[in-house]
Structure formats: structure tokens, C-alpha cells
Antibody, heavy 115, light 109 residues
Framework: QVQLQESGPGLVKPSETLSLTCTLS????????WTWIRQPPGKGLEWIGY???????NYNPSLKSRVTIAVDTSKNQFSLRVNSVTAADAAVYFC?????????WGRGILVTVSS | EIVLTQSPGTLSLSPGERATLSCRAS???????LAWYQHKPGQAPRLLIS???RRATGIPDRFSGSGSGTDFTLTITNLEPEDFAVYYC??????????FGQGTKLEIK
């Protein structure tokens, strides 16, 4: 069964860096697109960006200066880094397969921003 | 940025009934690049429809999508108990960022 699973710290301090990893199991990451989405508490879904397995990435312009998405196909993983986090970055973070419609999602990971 | 407005916010229906969910875009969505997802608490969202009307693999035919330009609809006929969830539309055409609607909660009446 093909699955995606998010992992990483559930608590990040303000001004620090949020780092999450998404691991694909049951399939290979090669030649495909991979996306990060987030949902702040009580709010809608926000598209963060996507990366191709070749390493080419595109980001939401509103987050572009603080966000990096990377891929490691040898580990079947892709990652998200958000620099200089504030309370506004607190959210459930989802990873998904696809660069346009999103075929498969992870269950999400809750990230809290607090000192 | 294309803003997607979903209506209604909450839809209360009974099993066996028909649900009609609307997604309206602030500007035309290129090439009908619009998807619908179902999300239940604690679960991964699930792709139902892509390209406005293409059912994803394994999705029952009681789910159908239609529309173009700025107006899109997800229709669920003969509601089953497992269909009660939150539904999101998502546009992925044109310039970035891709965007989502705020969701419609389909609840049991």
C-alpha cells in the first residue's frame, strides 16, 4: 500500500526554523512531483509549494522568502523548511503527491509555535 | 491569486439524498484545472475529482464533478453514511499560488 507520512518536531520556538520530512512507502519517488500544504487552526488549506524529483521547486510567493523544499530520492523522502517562524506558521502540515491535483496525502502533522 | 469561494459552508442532508456543492473562482480557472477532495477528521484528505470532472481511481460513480471557467460543482448522489465529511475544491491552473476553497462541511441531518 502506497503511503505518505509526515514527521518532525511538533513544537517550534518563535524565530526558529520549522523542519519536516515526508516519507513515501510502497513506491518510488522518481519522476514525480511532491507538494506541501498547511492548514492553520480553524482556517482553510494553504498551498506552500512543490518539488519535482529532479529538484526543481516552486513556492507560494507569500512564503517564498522563508521556505525551502528539498527531495532525497535515495531515501524516498522530501522535506520542508520554514525559517523565522511566527505564531502564524502554526498549522497542520500535509505532504502530498502530485504537482497539480494531489493524488495521495499524508494524515498531517500538527506544528505549534511557542516559546 | 485566484480566490475560491465554496458554498454552502455547511450542508445538512440525510443518507440517500443528493448533495450539490459549489465552488466559485474569482477568475477563470485555466483548462478546468480544478480538483475536489474529501477530508475526514484524523484522516488523510482523499482526491475525488481532478480536471473538474475526472473521477480518481477507486472513487464511486455517485461522485461527479462539472463546470468550467469560474463555476464548478461537486455532486454526490444517493449519500452514504461514509460520505459525511468536509469537501475542498482546489485550483491548479495558471499562475502561482495554487489555492483551495475554505471547505463545505457535509453533515448528517
Amino acid at each position: 500500500q502506497v503511503q505518505l507520512q509526515e514527521s518532525g518536531p511538533g513544537l517550534v520556538k518563535p524565530s526558529e526554523t520549522l523542519s519536516l520530512t515526508c516519507t513515501l512507502s510502497g513506491a518510488s519517488m522518481s519522476s514525480f512531483y511532491w507538494t506541501w500544504i498547511r492548514q492553520p487552526p480553524g482556517k482553510g488549506l494553504e498551498w506552500i509549494g512543490y518539488i519535482h524529483s529532479s529538484g526543481t521547486a516552486n513556492y507560494n510567493p507569500s512564503l517564498k522568502s522563508r521556505v525551502t523544499i528539498a527531495v532525497d530520492t535515495s531515501k524516498n523522502q522530501f522535506s520542508l523548511r520554514v525559517n523565522s517562524v511566527t505564531a502564524a506558521d502554526a498549522a497542520v502540515y500535509f505532504c502530498a503527491s502530485g504537482g497539480w491535483s494531489l493524488d495521495l496525502w499524508g494524515r498531517g502533522i500538527l506544528v505549534t509555535v511557542s516559546s | 491569486e485566484i480566490v475560491l469561494t465554496q458554498s454552502p459552508g455547511t450542508l445538512s442532508l440525510s443518507p440517500g439524498e443528493r448533495a450539490t456543492l459549489s465552488c466559485r473562482a474569482s477568475q477563470s480557472v485555466s483548462n478546468t484545472y480544478l480538483a475536489w477532495y474529501q477530508h475526514k477528521p484524523g484522516q488523510a484528505p482523499r482526491l475525488l475529482i481532478s480536471d473538474a470532472s475526472r473521477r480518481a481511481t477507486g472513487i464511486p460513480d455517485r461522485f461527479s464533478g462539472s463546470g468550467s471557467g469560474t463555476d464548478f460543482t461537486l455532486t454526490i448522489t444517493n449519500l452514504e453514511p461514509e460520505d459525511f465529511a468536509v469537501y475542498y475544491c482546489h485550483q491548479y491552473g495558471g499562475s502561482l499560488p495554487y489555492t483551495f476553497g475554505q471547505g463545505t462541511k457535509l453533515e448528517i441531518k
